[in-house]
T-cell receptor
Framework: AQSVAQPEDQVNVAEGNPLTVKCTYS??????LFWYVQYPNRGLQFLLK??????LVKGSYGFEAEFNKSQTSFHLKKPSALVSDSALYFC???????????????FGSGTQLTVLP | DAGVIQSPRHEVTEMGQEVTLRCKPI?????LFWYRQTMMRGLELLIY????????DSGMPEDRFSAKMPNASFSTLKIQPSEPRDSAVYFC?????????????FGSGTRLTVV
């Protein structure tokens, strides 16, 4: 079975500082990994994904994520945080070898990022 | 494309009443998902369809919940009778074939309050 964990419910960072939102996963085969962002009163929006290739993936709004197979992690990062980055962030995973219902994405519990001015 | 469209955006109803939530997926998307989001339980997958056919409804909390997809451009999630514990934000999402490769597109959600 596939699973994903976001160990931090809340992350606070000062504006201009680098930010990291953590995500670890568990799959049988190779993972497909995604990050989504949810702003207040909005649906989830796609940020970036890792399917294969370069371990550093660049996405929207200056975000990037690093795939680390040995640590089974896919942490979201940004070099300089903005107040407008404050939102709820979700990591999601799918196992490349699964079938049936397991072919669908499994979402983490979400991490609330607050960027302080 | 207007994206995934959900209606209504907000719904307030009294306990025991029937509630119907609506979703129009992106044209050409084969998969449609219904999620529920609460502070306590986070984001939960309720049911998903492929080519209008329900594939997995194991997340539907109980028989009071039902979902239909009569055609490729419309789906409903119905709660009858509604209870206060059903209060949540309900999201619809759609994706093309191979969607977990491309990712999902979410609607803006329906905030349901049952009083």
């Amino acid at each position: 079975a596939q699973s994903v964990a976001q160990p931090e419910d809340q992350v606070n960072v000062a504006e201009g500082n680098p930010l990291t939102v953590k995500c670890t996963y568990s799959v049988s085969g190779n993972p497909y990994l995604f990050w989504y962002v949810q702003y207040p009163n909005r649906g989830l929006q796609f940020l970036l994904k890792y399917i294969t290739g370069d371990n550093l993936v660049k996405g929207s709004y200056g975000f990037e994520a690093e795939f680390n197979k040995s640590q089974t992690s896919f942490h979201l990062k940004k070099p300089s945080a903005l107040v407008s980055d404050s939102a709820l962030y979700f990591c999601a995973v799918r196992d490349s070898v699964s079938s049936g219902s397991a072919r669908q994405l499994t979402f983490g519990s979400g991490t609330q990022l607050t960027v302080l001015p | 494309d207007a994206g995934v469209i959900q209606s209504p955006r907000h719904e307030v109803t009294e306990m025991g009443q029937e509630v119907t939530l609506r979703c129009k997926p992106i044209s050409g998307h084969d998969y449609l998902f219904w999620y529920r989001q609460t502070m306590m339980r986070g984001l939960e997958l309720l049911i998903y369809f492929n080519n209008n056919v329900p594939i997995d409804d194991s997340g539907m909390p109980e028989d009071r919940f039902s979902a239909k997809m009569p055609n490729a451009s419309f789906s409903t999630l119905k709660i009858q009778p509604s209870e206060p514990r059903d209060s949540a934000v309900y999201f619809c999402a759609s994706s093309p074939t191979g969607g977990s490769f491309y990712g999902y597109t979410f609607g803006s959600g329906t905030r349901l309050t049952v009083v």
